[in-house]
């Protein structure tokens, strides 16, 4: 069988680790501080925080701007579940938005959802390929949106507009006009979860970008508390001879990162664009050569003029058919040895968000991407002769089940 997305696990990973378990510190210390350096440079944001996962990154920025009960947060109606729940928790609303073609959410549609509620727009840069974050960012700064923002945190009225907030899980390293991800927001969360581009087995990182008249090496201080219990010393500064007093200023969170993770991420930085991105995009080309010679394949936008993606995952789509025959080519595929998936399942599809009375059917582009996708293993081990067989395999799959319908 061939797997879906398995890590990149090699020997420079393992002594990383190990290195980190004999180096007497394990928890948050100078390899996560390190790491949010690298971080930083590599995507040219003012400030970098690492934590324990995307959704924590999601949830502490949504909790520092004081997104609360009676807000609203706009979000995609077609990404993963960590988008839309993080609002759940704040007691806001998820205020869901259609996709375009290139399965990211609509601008058009984001304007027409803000209202004076509207606190939050979390674009989700789907697959890897970014959005169009020129006009999100533009649209945030028009007169008459901002002048129907309804500021209620000190936070909110030092910005004085909605919060763009990217969930960047899938799209480190990925390019638009010229700028690199984690450069383009406010505030930009990756995630370093088993099945992403670059695994800390969990993990992710909050790239700070806001204007100017934030100070963002107290916005890093703020947010750092506030990750850690909002105890006023971490682990490491306590251990210092004498060092030994620290403060609660708040109820916060434990959402911090471990040296063991940053250990990971630190090897996998290091090598990332010159070594998994070439391999990803190696990879994704491949695929596109050999279904574009068909008539039926609609191949994903990666490459363009504008944007390059971080090639996270193949998002291949058959013209025309609907979801039951998808799930038959998906059957067939499984069948043959080969792993497939599907990003995503739509959240209005989901027993929870159906119960807060949201209809697939408001969302009619993300539920025409969705049942015609079917996304193809992209991974760093995975050689010519198996992507060889994949194509093989899902040309059959594809073939069989349209010609003998
Ligand atoms: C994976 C994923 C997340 C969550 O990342 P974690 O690090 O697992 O919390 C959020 N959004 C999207 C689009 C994802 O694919």
Known sequence: MIPFSPPRIDQKIIDAVVDTLQSGWITTGP??????????????????????????????ALRWFGVQEGD???VPAYTYAASANVIIHCGAKPVFVDSGKDLNVLVEDIKQKITSKTKVIIPVDIAGFPCDYDEI??????????????????????????????????????????????????ITVFSFHAVKNLTTAEGGALCFNLPDFFNHDDLYKQLNTKSLHGQTKDALSKMQIGNW??????????????????AMGLVELERYDRDMLVKRKSIFDFYNI???????????????????????????????????????????????????????????????????GYKMGDYPQ???????LISLPVFYDLSEKQMQKIVEVVKNAVESILFNR
């Not at 609660?248 to 959402?255: D, Q």
């Not at 058919?321 to 040895?337: A, L, P, T, V």
């Not at 993300?366 to 015609?372: C, D, I, L, S, T």
């Open 31 to 60: 390899k996560t501080k390190l790491f949010e350096q690298n971080l930083c440079e590599y995507t040219s944001a003012k400030k970098v925080l690492c934590v324990s996962s995307a959704s924590a990154g999601l949830e502490l």
């Open 290 to 356: 050999h279904f574009s010679s068909t008539d039926w394949a609609i191949i994903p936008e990666y490459e363009t003029e504008e944007k390059t993606s971080s090639y996270h995952v193949f998002t291949l789509r058959i013209k025309g058919i609907n979801e039951e025959i998808r799930n038959q080519i998906m059957q067939q595929i499984f069948q043959d040895g080969v792993s497939v998936n599907v990003h995503f399942i739509p959240l209005p599809k989901m027993t929870y968000y159906k119960s807060l």
């Open 245 to 262: 007093q620290y403060d609660i200023v708040e109820a916060g969170y434990k959402f911090n990162m471990t040296d063991i993770q940053a």
């Open 72 to 74: 609203e947060v706009i």
């Open 366 to 372: 993300a539920f025409n991407n969705y049942e015609q």
């Open 137 to 186: 960012n533009a649209l945030v700064k028009q007169q008459e949106i901002r002048a129907n923002f309804n500021a209620r945190t000190k936070e909110q009225e030092k910005l004085g507009r909605i919060l763009i907030l990217s969930d960047a899980a899938h799209s480190l390293g990925a390019i638009y006009k010229g700028k690199k991800i984690g450069s383009l927001t406010d």
